[in-house]
C-alpha cells in the first residue's frame, strides 16, 4: 500500500481518537467522514473497521446492564443483519461515488442532531414496533457507508434510557454490526492482508488517541471544542458530497 495511504490512515486514525477522548464523540463517526475525503470510501471502511471494533469492545467490557441490553433490544439487533448484507452488496455494485454522498449527509445529519441537541421522546410502547424497522434502516446505512449511529444512536436516546443501559445497548449494537460488516466485507473482497495488516495495527494510534484526549479533556473548555469538532464534521460532509 502507497506510503501517502499510510500516512493519511494513521494520522485519521489518532486524530479521530483523540478527539474522541476528548470530547466523548464516536470514534467512527469522526474517523471514516475525515479519512473518505482523502481515499476511497471502499479502502476507508475496512481499514477503520477493526479500531473501531476495538474501542466498541473495551467499552462494553466496562458497561453495565449488558444482559438486560441483550434481552430487551435484540430485535433491533438481528434485524440490523440482512440490512447490512444489502448495504454491503450496493456498495460492491456502486462503487465509491454513491456511498461518499450517503456518508456525507449522514455526517451532516449527524453533527446537525447534537450540535441542535434534538430532543425526540418515544414512548416505550412503540418501542417493539421500532426496533425492527430501524434496525434494517441502520444496517443498511452501515453496509454502505461503515456508520452506525444513524438511526439507531438518535433511537436509543429517544427512548430516555438510563445512562449505563444506554452505552450498553449503543455499544452491543455497534460492536454485532461491526463484526458481521468485517465478513461481509471479507465477502465480497474488501479485505486484503494489507489492509487488515494497517487496520490491526490502528489499534495502537487509536489507544494512545484517546488516551492523550481523555488526559487533555480537563484542561480546556470541552462543549466549545465540541461544538468546534461537530462544526467541521458539517463541513467535511458537505466536501464529500460535492467531491464524491
Request: glycine content about 10%.
Amino acid at each position: 500500500m502507497e506510503t501517502n495511504i499510510l500516512i493519511i490512515a494513521f494520522a485519521s486514525f489518532f486524530g479521530a481518537a483523540f478527539l474522541k477522548g476528548l470530547t466523548g464523540l464516536g470514534f467512527m463517526s469522526i474517523c471514516l467522514p475525515l479519512i473518505s475525503s482523502f481515499i476511497d470510501i471502499t479502502v476507508a471502511i475496512p481499514l477503520v473497521i477493526i479500531p473501531s471494533l476495538s474501542s466498541n469492545v473495551i467499552v462494553i467490557a466496562q458497561a453495565r446492564r449488558t444482559r438486560e441490553s441483550l434481552r430487551r433490544f435484540w430485535p433491533l439487533y438481528l434485524s440490523a443483519l440482512p440490512g447490512l448484507y444489502v448495504g454491503v452488496s450496493v456498495l460492491h455494485q456502486s462503487g465509491n461515488s454513491v456511498a461518499k454522498a450517503v456518508l456525507g449527509v449522514m455526517s451532516i445529519a449527524y453533527s446537525l442532531y447534537l450540535l441542535l441537541n434534538v430532543n425526540i421522546t418515544v414512548g416505550n410502547k412503540y418501542e417493539r414496533f421500532l426496533n425492527v424497522p430501524v434496525g434494517i434502516v441502520n444496517g443498511f446505512l452501515n453496509g454502505l457507508t461503515g456508520t452506525q449511529v444513524i438511526p439507531m444512536l438518535p433511537y436509543l436516546i429517544s427512548l430516555e434510557l438510563h445512562r449505563d443501559l444506554l452505552i450498553g445497548a449503543i455499544n452491543i449494537g455497534f460492536t454485532i454490526s461491526t463484526l458481521t460488516l468485517l465478513a461481509l466485507l471479507g465477502k465480497f473482497d474488501f479485505l486484503s492482508l494489507d489492509i487488515i495488516g494497517i487496520s490491526v495495527a490502528g489499534i495502537i494510534p487509536v489507544s494512545l488517541g484517546i488516551y492523550l484526549g481523555g488526559k487533555l479533556r480537563y484542561h480546556i473548555s470541552e462543549s466549545r471544542f465540541r461544538i468546534a469538532v461537530l462544526i467541521i464534521l458539517l463541513i467535511i460532509g458537505i466536501n464529500l458530497i460535492l467531491n464524491r
